[in-house]
Structures are given as structure tokens and as C-alpha cells.
């Protein structure tokens, strides 16, 4: 069907504009390519428009030097942009649409940065509330809502939007869940938002866990795994939360009108596991002391 079309489109007669005689093609061949030295201009400030060959090189790039170096955040975004489009951040897009409250966050395109959120507000509010977590958190991880990369490598604003947008909102998802920034609790979240978003690059950050340490690894399989897969498959599409509009929500209400539940507390894990250790180690020297001791008697 669609070569017929194609078929037809070409032969029309030659004093039609390319422009349309492209609109007359099916929505798949409407592919324009060009090269690195006819690059057509930007879509949006910051936009950088790549070929085909350019955009599977940044994707292979991204993800080899992203997995030698997960603090690499510039690497995880290009990660992210190469890898979404054309399908998985329009699926996305498609679930916003379909939200009378995503259809308002399209529509009024906030941004989540330091000059629109006040986190000296925030941390006026109430302990449980939303806004008194994520100021919280990102007081405690050493982090600002300006830390997230500017979205440049896809092509259409709208597309571009929702990146920008569930890029921005991550934090928010660390807050809700309490999951810290460190290689297992960032792992894990990964693992929930792939479930959630279905964004590729979430999915391959769940290599990186071939990198932690043995007991890690099977903290991860045995309990943040599956937490990740249950709340990310039958939770609510996150991307449509208002977030601005939540701040002083009470956060378990929030997680609960989601359909979140709140995962085991890694912090107290590995601090309970430390402690364990110290006292193993104090009552093994404390052993080797006594038995040296009666040697010399």
C-alpha cells in the first residue's frame, strides 16, 4: 500500500512543490535526511538536528561511556534523547494527551528549576507534605532542580517537552519514593520508571547493576526489583502529575491516589548492614585478643 502510494506521489508532474509532493506521501515515508553539510536549522533553542548515521552513533557512544561511568549525567540524557525517538517518547506524549492533566502540563509547559520552585517556601511546609520532601531531598543529596541537562537531540518541540519534562520531574520521584541518588537507589528507580514509561535508556541503566557489589546485586533482584516492576506497571502514568500544583499535598496521599508503594528505606539497610559488620569485626579482634592473651599465659 505504501509503495503504491509512493509510486503515485513520483509520478506527478514535476511543477509540483517537493513540499507537496512530500505531504502526499504516507506519514513512514515522510523521511527527510540530510547531511552534515546541509544540517537544516535548529526546531527550538538549543536544538541540534543529526542524521540517521550521527544519531545511532551517539546512542552506542552514550550508553558504552555511560556504562564505564553512571555519574556521567550529560552521557545518560543523550542516552535518553538517541534512544526515545520517534516511538517511545510519542507514546509518552500519547498518555499525557490522554490525561485531562497532562493535556494542561502540555499545554502550559512549566519548568522545573530553581527560579520557579522556591525552596525556601518548600521547606516551610509541613514535614509529610510533598514540597517539605523534595526541598528535603534535595537538600540531603546535594542536588538543585538546575542539575538536568537541556534537551537537544530531539527533534520535535513538543517531544522535546515531555523529555524535558520527565526529566525535570525525576527528583520528584526520588522524593516520593525516598530511593537516594547512589548507584543502587538510582538503579532501582530506573527500573520503576521503565515499568512506567517504557523510555529505553531507563530499561539499559538496568545493566549497570552487573557494577555492584555482590550483596547489592541481591538486595536488587530479591526486593528492588520486583517493588520496581509491581509499582511501575500498576501505578498511574507519573509523567501526568502536576507537580507544582501537589506541593502541598500530603506525600502518602499522593502516593496512594498513584498507586505507590513506598519501597524498603536503603539508607537503614546498608546502615544496619555497616553496623553489623563493625560489630562482627569488634568481636573477632576482641576474640583474636583473648585467645593471644592465653597463649602467652
Known amino acids: 500500500m505504501a509503495s503504491a502510494c509512493v509510486s503515485r506521489a513520483l509520478k506527478r508532474p514535476s511543477t509540483l512543490p517537493y513540499d507537496s509532493l512530500l505531504l502526499a506521501l504516507p506519514a513512514a515515508a515522510r523521511v527527510q535526511t540530510f547531511s552534515v553539510l546541509n544540517r537544516p536549522p535548529p526546531n527550538y533553542p538549543g536544538h541540534v538536528p543529526l542524521t540517521r548515521i550521527e544519531r545511532v552513533g551517539l546512542a552506542v557512544g552514550s550508553a558504552l561511556g555511560s556504562m564505564v561511568d553512571h555519574y556521567r549525567h550529560d552521557l545518560v540524557a543523550a542516552l ?107 538503579i532501582a528507580l530506573k527500573g520503576f520508571e521503565f515499568a512506567n514509561t517504557l523510555l529505553p535508556m531507563t530499561g539499559l541503566s538496568l545493566f549497570a547493576v552487573a557494577k555492584l557489589k555482590k550483596g547489592e546485586r541481591k538486595r536488587f533482584w530479591e526486593t528492588y526489583l520486583p517493588w520496581a516492576v509491581s509499582n511501575g506497571l500498576r501505578s498511574e502514568e507519573v509523567i501526568n502529575v502536576y507537580w507544582e500544583e501537589v506541593l502541598e499535598m ?13 519501597p524498603p528505606d536503603l539508607r537503614e539497610t546498608r546502615k544496619a548492614l555497616r553496623e553489623k559488620r563493625r560489630a562482627e569485626k569488634m568481636a573477632k579482634e576482641a576474640k583474636e585478643k583473648v585467645g593471644a592473651f592465653g597463649t602467652t599465659n
Open 80 to 186: 535518553g534523547e538517541a534512544t526515545a525517538q520517534p516511538y517511545f517518547i510519542r507514546r509518552l506524549r500519547k498518555a499525557m494527551l490522554s490525561s485531562p492533566t497532562g493535556r494542561r502540563i502540555l499545554r502550559d509547559k512549566p519548568r522545573i528549576t530553581s527560579q520557579t520552585m522556591s525552596l525556601e517556601y518548600l521547606r516551610t511546609l509541613p514535614d509529610n507534605t510533598v514540597g517539605r520532601m523534595y526541598a528535603s531531598w534535595l537538600d540531603r543529596e546535594g542536588v538543585t532542580p538546575d542539575t538536568r541537562d537541556q534537551v537537544r537531540y530531539i527533534d520535535d518541540p513538543e517531544d522535546a517537552y515531555v523529555m524535558q519534562r520527565y526529566r525535570e520531574s525525576h527528583d520528584f520521584y526520588h522524593a516520593l519514593t525516598g530511593l537516594p541518588v547512589f548507584a543502587e537507589g538510582e
Open 250 to 262: 500530603d506525600a502518602g496521599e499522593l502516593r496512594k491516589s498513584l498507586g505507590i508503594e513506598i
